[in-house]
């Protein structure tokens, strides 16, 4: 059941916020995308508080270029879609505001939200009902991790901190915000984006949070198997999956998600997790470069070390109905393993595909010279890739100018709202009669 987005009162122990001065921060507003300091002016101008939040601010502060630009606000998803035309509320859970640009940009704008009062008080529940708007600082003590918990004014260009999360950027330190054990409990999600961000910018985990996951590690179980999946695969396609990869497995958590490498892992001669970290590294070397992999690619390359250890026929240069014959107990194999990670038939099946070719491909390599007969056949292209890469990964040359198959984009337009034309957007490059914020001209 949905609860209803409502107002709940504010607790009278609300902490103080740490203010960081401009003289005291590398942050500037110039720094900042344009497009979304546009959306921050237009708020700032209606009269509503609203701050440069989450990632945006911890990249910045690190000297890195954010991928995302979010936005939180006091206003209301209904105040703000009046404002920005080109708009759309998404969520269930909670609601959001997306704000459309072109090139594909989205900007993202929640509302202030609740702290649970599973994390203030009472029992602890697992992904319990919550859907409250609240303070700015309810919403930085909701967030996941203390660096991630940071506000940006741009009227002042101050940082605002309820968590300790510049301490925590200064010290190069992972810290789950609050009570480790009780968030773990309440999402245990927030350990693979401790695990993640630990990796992708090279901090250490502090003990309380570290020792936590390591005994929640099995409550990953509870979450639904679709947030699973999609946090797994950003993991992978996050340019820091080798680093990943050590970090889950003495956590725990690889094995929660992966238990059918345990096997593989103890193996030790034939070096497996070696293997897999280094074939890790390529992917991430690939990502580096800015190329994307679809997610049965990816997903091929990362369950090689465990085919190789259970199929001695990997290694062989097979025929093409022992192709198939294989083909067949990967595809059943892996129907039987992935069931908790929500992978669709169709992508299992392209996987052992994958898989089950890698030999032939090693057998007809001479030197990137390929028989005419086998690059005539339409798997050719994608199966060469894939091959390439895991020789790269086992000590050949580097692959260079990889043509790899893309993820699919799924394009949706913005929704308007009823009785409104649409005729321009809220931040149109060209003129309009709109004007540059979709407000009318006063004549």
């Not at 990249?59 to 879609?81: E, F, H, M, V, W």
């Not at 999956?241 to 690889?254: K, M, N, P, R």
Request: proline fraction near 5%.
């Amino acid at each position: 059941m949905i609860q209803s987005t409502e107002k709940i009162p504010v607790p009278e122990w609300e902490p103080e916020a740490l203010i960081v001065p401009q003289s005291e921060h590398p942050i500037s507003s110039k720094d900042i995308d344009r497009d979304a300091l546009k959306v921050l002016t237009l708020l700032h101008r209606a009269g509503h508080a609203a701050y440069l939040v989450g990632g945006g601010v911890r990249d910045l502060y690190l000297g890195k270029i954010p991928k995302d630009y979010d936005i939180s606000t006091d206003a209301r998803p209904g105040q703000i879609r009046k404002l920005f035309r080109n708009s759309r509320t998404i969520g269930r859970r909670f609601r959001l505001v997306q704000i459309f640009f072109p090139d594909n940009k989205i900007i993202e704008i929640s509302t202030f939200r609740c702290r649970s009062e599973f994390d203030i008080d009472g029992e602890v529940n697992v992904l319990p009902s919550n859907n409250t708007f609240g303070s700015e600082a309810d919403d930085a003590f909701r967030r996941d991790l203390t660096i991630n918990a940071l506000f940006y004014d741009i009227e002042n260009e101050t940082i605002i901190d309820y968590t300790g999360g510049v301490a925590d950027l200064n010290s190069r330190i992972i810290r789950i915000v609050g009570d480790p054990e009780r968030r773990i409990i309440r999402d245990p999600v927030r350990m693979l984006r401790a695990i993640r961000h630990a990796s992708r910018i090279d901090f250490s985990i502090e003990d309380l949070t570290w020792n936590a996951i390591i005994r929640n590690s099995d409550k990953l179980h509870h979450c639904p198997v679709s947030r699973i999946r999609d946090e797994l695969l950003k993991d992978l396609r996050g340019g820091a999956s080798s680093q990943w990869l050590q970090l889950a497995v003495d956590s725990g958590l690889f094995f929660v998600l992966f238990p059918f490498y345990q096997t593989v892992f103890a193996d030790r001669n034939k070096g497996q997790q070696g293997l897999l970290k280094r074939i890790l590294s390529v992917i991430d070397r690939i990502h580096q470069e800015k190329q994307q992999m679809t997610e049965p690619f990816i997903m091929g390359l990362f369950f090689i070390p465990w085919a190789q250890h259970n199929f001695a026929e990997m290694n062989l240069p097979l025929k093409n109905g022992q192709i198939h014959a294989l083909f067949g107990e990967l595809r059943n194999e892996l129907d039987h393993h992935l069931q908790h990670l929500n992978i669709s038939k169709a992508a299992k099946e392209h996987i052992a595909a994958l898989l089950s070719r890698l030999g032939l491909f090693a057998a007809k390599d001479n030197d990137g010279v390929w028989p005419g007969w086998l690059t005539k056949k339409s798997y050719f292209k994608e199966n060469s890739q894939f091959y390439m890469v895991y020789r790269e990964a086992t000590g050949g040359q580097p692959v260079a100018d990889l043509e790899l198959p893309r993820p699919e984009k799924k394009s949706r337009a913005p929704r308007q709202s009823p009785g409104r034309s649409g005729r321009s957007p809220a931040f149109s490059r060209k003129k309009s009669k709109g004007g540059i914020f979709g407000l009318r001209k006063g004549k």
